[in-house]
């Protein structure tokens, strides 16, 4: 491959990702109210070994050194998410000034290092005061969060040129509603369907509320973010077909139907039974509030097979044998990536999109001696989901950015601190942070603006280290 075939077009953004209750830790500092995050770690048995966000990496008090570690890295973009129940301590009315300070001085400082900031509001932390009130279930969430939208973008509406409402919707619904392995933890068949409407409704409630101010005139950009993993069918048999079908409705059509064609799929409600209701039709119209661009996030694929005991959906994902998988289990598939962009420009007409995550956990020590840690694998994984995203843009969709998941080693919700998926080791017994080979290597793929990807992936050896 020729370098030429490996750049990226110009003013492509480099960056990596990471959110607030994964990595801030002090989750109460300052006045701000409990998130469901830190009630739901707070209950016995939820998270890997009772493990919490209290400290996390301490980015609370570190965010100077992590900036710091970024430009070192040489990111030209990130994205971070805003702790809400930090601004609005009970979710509405009061602001809490604190809260609002903290992340205008995290804005100021990139902006000051030429770090292009992109800013999620709502990556999984509701404040616990709303879901005392049904949380994504009642349907005047949707004002909720569009109040505390305004709010941020009235704070930081100056500074900010790239807001994201509303990280992985299939992630807060199939979590926190349907199965309960995230918070807040509940499994039901009823209330899916209810807060995925909600949380569409909320996110089209926010981009009203950017459109009401002076923002987008001024050339700030809104979107979401979604996660999409290809469902394909195991084996050519009808039954598995069926089942990739339906899988591929509950993850991933499920929202952007609904958000690109004002309906959702036919197989909800055969997947749902009587779980599913009837939706008013003119909340479409707010679903479908025009945005500016929208986020990927993309780690894996589904094989998918049919089996009866799979509630609700009928189909469960299998191994594949040819495969390599990551720690936690997720198929190594980076023609994935392309597949999706290209079936995302499909369903969304020219619409400008993002990488919003992309990235793996390996297994990896708890702590480094020396300089750098070594990670072969994640380097290889990032060079060919990286290449996936340039043949995308080869074949006409129109990629502006790539954000690696994740700056940082973090809490990987209930799989706790165990699983790593950083650029950066983060060793949790002294908050030393050390770069991966990984990080080198992105730092020369985002300097040559993907040229670098021409070769096949360095050693580490072979690196030039960051600058201090
Ligand atoms: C989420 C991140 C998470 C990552 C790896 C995404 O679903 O947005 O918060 O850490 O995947 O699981």
């Known amino acids: 491959m020729k370098a030429e075939d490996a ?19 002090s989750p109460l500092a300052d006045g701000a109210g409990a998130s469901i995050w830190h009630r739901f770690s707070h209950t016995p048995g939820r998270v890997f070994e009772n493990q919490t966000g209290d400290v996390a990496c301490d980015h609370y008090h570190r965010f100077a050194e992590d900036i710091e570690w970024m430009r070192r890295v040489g990111l030209s973009a990130y994205r971070m998410s805003v702790s809400w129940s930090r601004i609005l301590p009970s979710g509405y009315g009061r602001v809490n000034a604190a809260g609002l300070d903290f992340y205008a001085r995290i804005i100021d400082l990139l902006l000051a290092n030429g770090i292009t900031p992109m800013v999620t509001l709502y990556h999984w932390d ?16 949707a004002d909720w969060f569009a ?13 900010v040129p790239l807001w994201a409402t509303i990280n992985e919707p299939w992630v807060i619904v199939d979590g926190g509603y349907l199965h309960g392995a995230l918070a807040p933890g509940h499994r039901s068949l009823f209330e899916p369907p209810l807060a995925a409407h909600n949380i569409l409704r909320a996110h089209g409630a926010a981009v009203r509320a950017f459109r009401s101010g002076p923002w987008s005139a001024a050339g700030a950009k809104i979107g979401i973010v979604l996660n999409f993993e290809p469902k394909d069918p195991a084996t ?34 055969e997947i749902y039974g009587e779980g599913w209701p009837e939706f008013p039709a003119e909340d479409f119209a ?13 780690y894996s694929r589904g094989l998918t097979v049919a089996d009866d005991d799979a509630w609700p959906t009928r189909a469960i ?49 708890s702590t480094v001696a020396g300089g750098l840690l070594a990670d072969p694998r994640r380097m290889a994984y990032l060079r060919e989901h990286i290449l996936a995203v340039r043949a995308a843009i080869a074949e006409g969709v129109d990629v ?9 080693d973090n809490m990987e919700w209930s799989h706790g601190y165990a699983t790593r998926f950083g650029l950066l080791h983060v060793d949790y017994a002294n908050q030393k942070r050390t770069p991966k ?31 201090s």
């Open 236 to 269: 050519d048999r009808p039954e598995d077909v069926a089942a990739a079908k339906r899988a591929d409705a509950q993850f991933n059509r499920h929202y952007i139907d609904a958000l690109f064609r004002g309906r959702y799929p036919d197989d909800m409600a």
């Open 147 to 159: 109040n505390y939208a305004h709010v941020m973008f009235g704070a930081l509406g100056d500074r």
């Open 317 to 365: 994902k299998v191994i594949n044998p040819d495969a390599e998988y990551t720690a936690l289990g997720w198929e190594v598939y980076p023609e994935g990536l392309k597949r999706v962009l290209l079936w995302a420009k499909e369903r969304c007409g020219d619409l400008p999109l993002y990488v919003t995550e992309n990235g793996a956990a390996f297994e990896e020590p």
């Open 126 to 141: 509701l404040p616990a005061a709303l879901d005392d009130r049904g949380g994504w279930t009642n349907p005047v969430v």
């Open 400 to 408: 502006r950015g790539y954000f690696a998941w994740s700056l940082l």
């Open 7 to 25: 750049r990226f077009p110009e003013g492509f953004l480099w960056g990596a990702a990471t959110s607030a209750y994964q990595i801030e830790g």
């Open 286 to 298: 707010l679903i479908q509030e025009p945005m500016d661009f929208m986020g990927i996030n993309y």
């Open 437 to 467: 080979g990984s990080a080198l290597y992105y730092r020369k793929i985002a300097r040559t603006n993907g040229a670098a990807l021409a070769e096949a992936t360095p050693e580490v050896e072979a690196l030039p280290a960051l600058p």
